[in-house]
């Protein structure tokens, strides 16, 4: 079974996420206990599931939010916190299943999606150290012609970019590791645990009944909708599935024609003790998040207190990895050299809900249970989005959401027994395409 910390159970290692030790959480809320009604039931407490019934309550309905652990536990808690336009298949899913005007219209959501996170913060004062800025870095010659594609591809759907190469691109990364780069101001980085919790604030303020500690272990359909819990059950006349990778022990149960088409991915991040503000200036000036283009990427940026939080390595064994720590912070000093020694405070992991062609799979199930998934490791902003599209949708505007419920997905191969091997076997492929 998967563990959500990923970190083996005789680790050394800190377990909690630098996210965790650095806020300050609520009391636990009380786990549901006996039988509730509500207009709309959410399934999961992360962005997806927290945006969906803040927007649900405030076009007037009734909301209840069943989470199985605390909000945030997922990876809405312990992500990268990087907010990024776009999407991670790019833009050729959406070009070819539903033609360049949709897929334009698809890449402006996406920067909607960012906007979206700093009118929800203004609005609702969700205190999360967002920053804006984005360095997308290029480690060879080769990856830097890729780039340059995407460079153009931004820079014609509207975001303004800069270009720089060779020795210039030390004006934005001080780093020996990259001979290309772009930069874009649309996008930014956050405290991913402290806007969940914010965003959970505002939805109970705005009336949603939130409960944690409350997994839903099945559901019946049905123009009334049953979900179950240990101790109690919701009836509703609508669903949102927002479980992202919906715990394997109880996806399944709930929702078994859409768990096939996620594989849950591994991804870790290590946070070094805090540096001087003098070395951050001068290893990323302007204190954008980077991330390369490899397929196997490595993200990384610092904390308002000025840890570096870096990113990368994954498991598509939903094992972790050996010596995680140690690989992570030879990585990260191979980028940056001066990181050499640094201390590494924190190290941890989650899991993000990669599709098979990496493009966000949303859609509904019958005429009243709709479903978020596969955000692919870029749901930080498109989360927001999706939650507002659903809640459009409940509310009889289902235009936008319908974009995104007409492309096409296909399962995994192999069923679950057999699809995280055959992934693990691709992706020792694209490690070896990422080496060359
Ligand atoms: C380490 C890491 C780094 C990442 N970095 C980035 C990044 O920099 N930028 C980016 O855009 N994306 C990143 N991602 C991906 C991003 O975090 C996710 O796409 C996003 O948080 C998904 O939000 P969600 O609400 O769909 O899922 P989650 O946040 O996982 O929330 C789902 C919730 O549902 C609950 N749940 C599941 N099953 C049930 C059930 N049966 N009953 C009740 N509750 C249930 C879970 O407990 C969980 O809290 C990263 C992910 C990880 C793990």
Not at 102 to 128: M, Y
Not at 177 to 205: C, I
Not at 209 to 238: D, P
Request: hydrophobic fraction near 40%; aromatic fraction near 8%; charge should be neutral.
């Amino acid at each position: 079974m998967l563990s959500r910390s990923l970190l083996n159970s005789d680790t050394q290692l800190n377990q909690r996420s630098y996210y965790e030790a650095s806020v300050q959480r609520p009391p636990a809320l009380a786990p549901l206990q006996g039988s509730v009604q509500a207009d709309v039931l959410v399934v999961g407490g992360g962005f997806a599931g927290l945006s969906a019934a803040l927007e649900l309550a405030q076009r007037g309905l009734s909301v209840v939010l069943l989470e199985a652990d605390r909000i945030g536990a997922g990876a809405s808690g312990r992500n990268g916190g990087q907010a990024i336009v776009g999407y991670a298949s790019g833009q050729g899913p959406f070009e070819n299943q539903l033609g360049a005007p949709d897929a334009q219209r698809a890449w402006d959501l996406s920067v909607q999606a960012v906007e979206l996170i700093g009118e929800r913060i203004a609005t609702h004062g969700i205190d999360c150290d967002w920053q804006r800025g984005y360095l997308y870095v290029a480690e060879s010659e080769r990856k830097a012609r890729a780039l340059r594609h995407e460079y153009e591809d931004h820079s014609r759907r509207g975001v303004a970019c800069e270009w720089v190469e060779g020795g210039d691109v030390g004006r934005f990364i001080h780093s020996p590791r990259y001979v290309a780069a772009f930069r874009e101001n649309t996008s930014g980085h956050l405290h991913p645990l402290k806007y969940a919790l914010g965003l959970a604030r505002a939805a109970q303020a705005a009336g949603v009944r939130i409960f944690e500690h409350s997994a839903v272990t099945g559901l019946r359909r049905g123009s009334t909708l049953v979900a179950r819990t240990a101790q109690g059950q919701v009836q509703a006349k609508f669903g949102v599935l927002a479980g992202n990778c919906m715990l394997p022990e109880y996806g399944p149960q709930v929702a078994p024609e859409i768990a096939p088409r996620i594989m849950p991915v591994g991804t870790y991040i290590i946070g070094s003790a805090p540096l001087e503000p003098a070395l951050c200036e001068r290893l990323i000036p302007g204190n954008a998040a980077v991330c390369d283009n490899n397929f196997v990427l490595d993200y990384f940026r610092f904390s308002a207190d000025r840890r570096m939080l870096f990113g990368g390595r994954v498991s598509y064994t939903t094992r972790t990895p050996a010596d995680l720590q140690g690989v992570m912070a030879r990585r990260m000093a191979q980028v940056f050299p001066e990181l050499a020694g640094v201390p590494v405070e924190y190290v941890w992991g989650g899991f993000v809900d990669i599709s098979m062609n990496r493009a966000p799979d949303f859609g509904r199930l019958g005429d009243n249970l709709y479903y978020l998934q596969g955000f692919s490791g870029h749901g930080v902003a498109l989360t927001g989005l999706a939650g507002q599209l659903v809640a459009e949708a409940v509310a009889g505007q289902a235009g936008r959401f319908d974009l995104y419920a007409r492309l096409q997905h296909r399962p995994f191969p192999g069923g679950a027994l057999l699809r995280t091997p055959s992934l693990a076997l691709g992706m020792l492929w694209y490690r070896m395409m990422d080496a060359l």
